[in-house]
């Protein structure tokens, strides 16, 4: 049953990634990943929101934090569009890349987690 939890909460998130990166790229600046920060920033939160949960249910783990959030967020994308940013010389698009994305991603975790509770 968890993997089928697991598999349905992916399901949704790798389109919904998707669909959310194309549709900020396209309406803002091309040079810098901002649709890889949203989606990996709100999978943050939702991640904090869910294992911040005093009940924590093991199927909503299993559905929202490992399935949905595992699809919807992306460290693999994340390190190859900082490293094409520095491979380009936008040495300080790739630092903010980084400065932002570590930054703002901890802190969506720890708002979700906080608001949680």
Known sequence: MTLLLVAAGAAVGAP????????VQLRLDGAFPWGTLVV????????GLVLGSPSRDPELVALLATGFCGA????????????RLLED???????????????A???AAALGWTLAW
């Open 16 to 23: 919904l990634r998707y669909v959310v990166d194309r549709w």
């Open 89 to 103: 010389g936008a040495w300080s698009r790739g630092a903010a890349n980084v400065l932002v994305s570590m930054g």
């Open 40 to 47: 990996n920033v709100v999978g943050s939160f939702v991640l």
């Open 72 to 83: 919807l967020t992306t460290y693999s994308t994340f390190g190859y569009e900082t490293l």
């Open 105 to 107: 991603g901890l802190g």
